[in-house]
Structure formats: structure tokens, C-alpha cells
């Protein structure tokens, strides 16, 4: 047998033992995700393993990562992960979902109507009408409150603009609006904090992780709930391209299909358009101003509510 034979043999005796050794791999990781506990309720197949090892794997590296933070960290700042299940076909699924050890510890705070909430886990998303934090309300924000119930008596549900000074209880009193409209009126709810969210944006689109699917994800999240809550607008700061192509396309979507919106900010309606010139660095600047301008003032049929009061968060550091 000459030497260019033997090359070839060697080659191939190689490639075989390099191919048993990668089934010997596939078979050992099919078996250590078929008897993970994650997924003991899903009953996989080797089959399923096999064609999803690469998601799988990840949902069991994310699980690890979040049990070594302990049990009120999450590794994600997003405080989401990959999650799987199964359709009402008995196919596999995957998908965004919270952090297990953060929903289980707020299920019983939060609404399942909340498609999205910001707040989850913090005191703001326990506040309601009926309980201690309105008792002593500033008249400017008893005044928004009862405009809130009038609206639900005549069932003519508007958006609201709320601005005012920082501190005053504007995140609170939109809360309030949300746990009524979620539990009380039966209307799905998204609560988001506008600069978190273009954090996650801008996050999804420097990583090819799926922190994009979820941000695409609560795109969709905030177009169709019943009712969108957008907290602190005018104070983020992000290039025309998010707010043409996510802020102006949400609310456009909703006014659209006459779907209930409300704000909060520092800034009137009149100082918020203009903080979004001195934002826009386009040529056509002022046509896209003017263009998310007019969804947000139909939002709430050009009205601004001030809601007056005391600095809350300077008066408690300072009682201290």
C-alpha cells in the first residue's frame, strides 16, 4: 500500500473516531437534559432534545447563572429568561418569561392582566385607590382622580398626560389607574418605564442573544394591551430612529385601533415637543416631531393634568 493510501486511511480512521466521540457527546448531553428537572414535565423526546439541544442547553446555563446570584438576584438585568413548553398541538415551544423566583414571589400582588410591569416586586405596584397613600392627596391630584372614575362611569375611557414636578406622586397615582383598570375593570395593562425600555432595545440590538425577540416581543406586548402606561417620557434620552421606529409606531397602532393611553413626565406637553427638536438631529426633524407629537396629544385629546405637590422622595430622606 503506497503512502498516499495510508494518508487517506489515517484521515478517515480519524474522522470516524472524531464523529464517534461527537455521538458519544451528543448522547450524554441528550441524556443529562432528558433527566434535568426543568424540564420533568415536558416528558422530552430524544428526537425534540436533539433538534432544540442548542435552546435547551442555554435554558439550563441561564437557570445556573440565576441560582448562583441567590434568591433575590436575577443574572439578566432584564429579569427574564428562556422558557419552554408545550402547545395545545403537544409541540415544543419557546419563549420570554420572567424570572421564576421574581413571578413566584409576585403572583400574589400581580394581576395576570398585566402583560408588563415595570414596578413588579417594588411597593409602587401594590398602591391602589383604596389604600393609605391617597388619604392626604394635594387637591390637583384628587382632581385627576375623580376625572379617572367619571371616565369609568361613563365609560368613555381616555388616555391622560400627567406631568408635574419631580417626586410628586405622579408614578403612584398612574399606578393606582393601572391596578383599577387591571383588576377592577378587567382590561389587560402594560406599565412600562420608558428609559428601561430603550435600554432594552439598545441592548437587543448590540447582542444576538434573544433580548431582541424580547424586545420585539414587548413592542407587540405594548400595542395590544387594553390599556399602555408610559412612566417618565421627556427624561430618556435615544436617537429619532426608536422613537420613529418603536414610540411612534406603538402609538400609532393604538390610536388606530382606540386603544386607551396614558403618561406621566416632568414636562407639559408643549416642553416635551420641544425637548424632542433639541433630540432630533435629522434633516426632517420637525415633520417626525410633529408626527409623534400628534399621536401622543390624540392620546389624550390634548390635555395636560398638573398634578402639584411636595418633593415625597426629598421629605422621606429628609425626616430620616
Not at 80 to 95: M, P
Not at 145 to 150: Q, R
Not at 207 to 217: E, P
Amino acid at each position: 500500500m503506497n503512502s498516499s493510501n495510508n494518508l487517506i486511511l489515517n484521515k478517515h480512521k480519524k474522522n470516524k473516531e472524531a464523529n464517534s466521540q461527537k455521538s458519544d457527546l451528543i448522547i450524554l448531553t441528550i441524556k443529562k437534559i432528558k433527566d434535568h428537572p426543568l424540564f420533568k414535565e415536558l416528558d422530552l423526546k430524544s428526537k425534540e432534545i436533539e433538534k432544540n439541544i442548542v435552546f435547551l442547553n442555554e435554558i439550563i446555563e441561564e437557570n445556573s447563572l440565576c441560582i448562583s446570584k441567590g434568591s433575590r438576584s436575577c443574572f439578566s438585568d432584564l429579569k427574564h429568561h428562556l422558557h419552554v413548553s408545550r402547545d395545545n398541538k403537544n409541540d415544543l415551544y419557546f419563549f420570554i418569561d420572567s424570572c421564576d423566583k421574581f413571578r413566584k414571589s409576585s403572583a400574589k400582588t400581580n394581576s395576570r392582566n398585566f402583560l408588563y410591569n415595570y414596578y413588579k416586586n417594588t411597593e409602587i405596584s401594590k398602591v391602589t385607590f383604596s389604600g393609605d397613600h391617597f388619604k392626604k392627596i394635594e387637591k390637583s391630584g384628587q382632581d385627576i382622580i375623580n376625572k379617572y372614575f367619571k371616565m369609568i362611569e361613563e365609560e368613555s375611557f381616555d388616555g391622560m398626560y400627567i406631568y408635574g414636578d419631580l417626586g410628586v406622586g405622579k408614578t403612584h397615582l398612574l399606578f393606582a389607574i393601572a391596578n383599577n383598570l387591571a383588576n377592577e375593570q378587567n382590561m389587560t395593562v402594560a406599565f412600562v418605564f420608558l428609559p428601561e425600555y430603550i435600554n432594552i432595545v439598545k441592548k437587543g440590538f448590540s447582542s444576538d442573544s434573544w433580548q431582541r425577540a424580547y424586545a420585539d416581543d414587548l413592542m407587540d406586548s405594548f400595542k395590544e394591551a387594553d390599556a399602555l402606561f408610559i412612566d417618565d417620557i421627556g427624561t430618556e434620552f435615544s436617537s429619532e430612529w426608536f422613537y420613529i421606529e418603536y414610540l411612534f409606531n406603538i402609538l400609532n397602532y393604538r390610536m388606530n385601533k382606540k386603544k386607551v393611553t396614558f403618561f406621566s413626565s416632568n414636562l407639559s406637553l408643549d416642553e416635551l415637543e420641544d425637548s424632542f427638536y433639541s433630540k432630533f438631529k435629522e434633516a426632517n426633524s420637525k415633520k417626525s416631531v410633529l408626527r409623534l407629537m400628534d399621536r401622543i396629544r390624540a392620546s389624550v385629546s390634548n390635555e395636560n393634568l398638573l398634578f402639584r405637590g411636595i418633593n415625597h422622595r426629598y421629605v422621606k430622606k429628609n425626616s430620616n
